[in-house]
């Protein structure tokens, strides 16, 4: 075995300290050693002297700190309460005699030391007292006690434990805990009283049968049972909040089958120039859109009848035109422009034309279709605080003042207190770069952290959804009308609740930017808590990568700190989404998930 190597020289140094440290330890509890052996010896010689004067005058204004006679140095211990007339004055002479005599305090020394530890009418008492009508301690502790009897106290006797009971979600490790309690205060309390008080307790199951069985005789016997049951409770509540942690919030008990029931979203539909099952065949076939993911693999029962069949869903039980998952999604893709060749009056010519012989000693160049004559012009979607109001004369104010820059020389203004924003390839957190997920992040609402947060620069509002609204318990009172819809790209419409200024923190100490933010307050859903768009952005001047799924911002000093992007969060998401049912999965695909103000 190789020698150990020597000490290094800073090693030294603490080894020499911590021996010096000792030195000064030992050195400190001799000297109190020898005071307190020479405070003893000077009680002796007062005991044996009778000395009549330091007897007899027990009321002094000022604590003494050093014995008149020996000269020797006492010191007045500090870790007593004063008793103020509340509590067991028993109690309080218990605790003064026992840390008294550790200090070696003599007769005298405890009469001139008592009203040290007296406050309010206690010293009040003290200081009516006649004088030199107390000899010793034990008079003056038999008439404090006398006096203040009334204030101590009241301690149950046995037989309160039996009002003690287990409550009904109430685990062993806290009724005992209770129960011991209770059972401390009792003086001179039966063992056999207490297991008999402890066993009727128990709230009726397994473990009051196990003891009724076992039958324990001692307490040391009833704990060792109650230490298994207490870690069979523990080990179960752990694997609950396991469970419980791993589900989502949201998360509510599956309904059967038999009793799922979908129920319209549309109040009208498109009439359609072909039959429901052509239209679903084709846009499957042209991969517009994907099947359910259990497609045909549903189980059917005997009793179902075959003679109805479902094209979208793959199973009997019921027709393509009478399932309302179905007329939904037809309905959504009709008002999306992609089925309008399938509606009456817009059958659009499918012939296609004769090739042209003339060409076809063209090369490959000629070969390539001139692009489509454009239907139309379908302007993005824009309002909300970040475009220009949600009345119809702010708009127009709005648009005025865009014509008047438009039609303005062009002299550009540049920016002023604003710091160079770069993104590096090391500024990417993720290991997949073929994924294309969505920037979402982290914030701080108030004293709440906020997760599930998107960045979207394509949004002019800033969406907090009611059911975050209801987790961070903020009353309804403080938000404010707003005269608004929130409209999707699919044409659905989710009226604003109202509006409320929320503080709002991007980033973690030390690099960090508190901002006030106002929230659009909408209830529908969303796979999101807040949706964060230009307004936000803007405010805190902040650049969003999502190449590099990140964002940065300025603090103070031009210094620019960066928020990398949840990419668990957001794969969560396309995980639970292909994990869902059917119908589920087509609810959540039909509303939208970027949404502006109109």
């Given at each position: 075995m190789a020698d150990a190597p020597p000490p290094t020289p800073s090693e030294l140094l603490r080894m020499v300290t911590e021996l010096q440290q000792a030195n000064h330890r030992m050195a400190e509890e001799?000297?109190?050693?020898?005071?307190?052996?020479?405070?003893?010896?000077?009680?002796?010689?007062?005991?044996?002297?009778?000395?009549?004067?330091?007897?007899?005058?027990?009321?002094?204004?000022?604590?003494?700190?050093?014995?008149?006679?020996?000269?020797?140095?006492?010191?007045?211990?500090?870790?007593?309460?004063?008793?103020?007339?509340?509590?067991?004055?028993?109690?309080?002479?218990?605790?003064?005699?026992?840390?008294?005599?550790?200090?070696?305090?003599?007769?005298?020394?405890?009469?001139?030391?008592?009203?040290?530890?007296?406050?309010?009418?206690?010293?009040?008492?003290?200081?009516?007292?006649?004088?030199?009508?107390?000899?010793?301690?034990q008079e003056l502790a038999a008439q404090f006690e006398d006096h203040f009897a009334a204030s101590a106290i009241y301690l149950h006797d046995s037989d309160y434990l039996t009002t003690i009971k287990q409550g009904a979600q109430e685990s062993l490790k806290d009724y005992i805990t209770r129960f011991t309690k209770v059972a401390m205060r009792i003086p001179d309390l039966h063992p056999e009283v207490h297991l008999h008080a402890i066993k009727s307790g128990l709230r009726p199951g397994k473990f009051q049968e196990t003891i009724a069985v076992t039958k324990p005789k001692t307490l040391a016997e009833f704990r060792e049972k109650a230490k298994g049951q207490i870690d069979v409770e523990e080990l179960r509540q752990a694997r609950?909040?396991?469970?419980?942690?791993?589900?989502?919030?949201?998360?509510?008990?599956?309904?059967?089958?038999?009793a799922f029931k979908p129920v319209p979203r549309y109040d009208s539909y498109t009439k359609f120039n072909t039959k429901r099952d052509d239209i679903i065949k084709e846009i499957l076939n042209s991969k517009l859109i994907k099947p359910p993911r259990k497609a045909g693999n549903y189980p059917e029962s005997k009793s179902v009848d075959r003679s109805k069949y479902c094209t979208f869903h793959q199973k009997?039980?019921?027709?393509?035109?009478?399932?309302?998952?179905?007329?939904?999604?037809?309905?959504?893709?009709?008002?999306?422009?992609?089925?309008?060749?399938?509606?009456?009056?817009?059958?659009?010519?499918?012939?296609?034309?004769?090739?042209?012989?003339?060409?076809?000693?063209?090369?490959?160049?000629?070969?390539?279709?001139?692009?489509?004559?454009?239907?139309?012009?379908?302007?993005?979607?824009?309002?909300?605080?970040?475009?220009?109001?949600?009345?119809?004369?702010?708009?127009?104010?709005?648009?005025?003042?865009?014509?008047?820059?438009?039609?303005?020389?062009?002299?550009?203004?540049?920016?002023?207190?604003?710091?160079?924003?770069?993104?590096?390839?090391?500024?990417?957190?993720?290991?997949?770069?073929?994924?294309?997920?969505?920037?979402?992040?982290?914030?701080?609402?108030?004293?709440?952290?906020?997760?599930?947060?998107?960045?979207?620069?394509?949004?002019?509002?800033?969406?907090?959804?009611?059911?975050?609204?209801?987790?961070?318990?903020?009353?309804?009172?403080?938000?404010?009308?707003?005269m608004g819809d929130l409209v999707g790209f699919s044409g659905e419409r989710v009226p604003v609740l109202?509006?409320?200024?929320?503080?709002?923190?991007?980033?973690?100490?030390?690099?960090?930017?508190?901002?006030?933010?106002?929230?659009?307050?909408?209830?529908?859903?969303?796979?999101?808590n807040v949706i964060l768009g230009r307004p936000f952005l803007n405010k805190f001047a902040a650049i969003v990568s999502t190449v590099h799924l990140c964002v940065k911002f300025p603090v103070q000093d031009n210094i620019i700190a960066t928020v990398h992007g949840d990419l668990q969060e957001a794969r969560y998401f396309y995980e639970s989404r292909r994990q869902e049912k059917p119908h589920k999965l087509f609810a959540r695909e039909c509303r939208p998930i970027r949404m502006d103000l109109r």
């Open positions: 001799n000297q109190r050693m020898q005071n307190q052996i020479a405070q003893l010896e000077q009680a002796r010689l007062e005991h044996h002297n009778h000395d009549r004067e330091n007897n007899e005058r027990t009321h002094v204004s000022e604590t003494p700190q050093s014995d008149n006679e020996g000269n020797r140095q006492f010191t007045l211990p500090t870790t007593l309460t004063p008793y103020d007339g509340l509590g067991d004055p028993k109690q309080h002479v218990k605790k003064f005699r026992s840390i008294m005599i550790v200090n070696g305090a003599s007769d005298p020394i405890l009469c001139r030391c008592f009203p040290s530890f007296l406050d309010g009418p206690a010293l009040d008492w003290f200081c009516s007292l006649p004088a030199d009508s107390i000899s010793r301690f609950k909040t396991e469970r419980s942690a791993t589900n989502k919030d949201d998360d509510k008990p599956r309904d059967s089958k038999k009997h039980g019921h027709t393509t035109d009478e399932c309302v998952i179905a007329k939904d999604l037809l309905e959504r893709l009709a008002r999306q422009g992609h089925l309008d060749k399938f509606i009456a009056g817009q059958m659009q010519k499918n012939t296609s034309p004769t090739p042209d012989t003339s060409t076809a000693g063209t090369s490959s160049k000629g070969k390539e279709k001139a692009p489509a004559q454009p239907r139309g012009v379908i302007n993005c979607i824009s309002g909300g605080y970040a475009g220009g109001g949600h009345t119809s004369s702010a708009r127009k104010c709005t648009y005025r003042a865009m014509l008047a820059i438009t039609d303005a020389p062009s002299h550009p203004r540049p920016l002023t207190n604003t710091s160079e924003v770069t993104f590096r390839p090391t500024d990417f957190n993720g290991a997949d770069t073929n994924l294309d997920d969505p920037v979402v992040i982290s914030i701080q609402l108030g004293d709440l952290i906020v997760r599930k947060v998107l960045l979207d620069p394509g949004s002019s509002a800033d969406v907090l959804f009611f059911t975050t609204f209801e987790k961070m318990k903020l009353s309804n009172n403080i938000l404010q009308p707003y109202g509006s409320v200024w929320l503080q709002t923190t991007l980033g973690e100490q030390p690099l960090h930017n508190t901002q006030d933010i106002q929230y659009l307050v909408v209830d529908c859903f969303s796979p999101y």
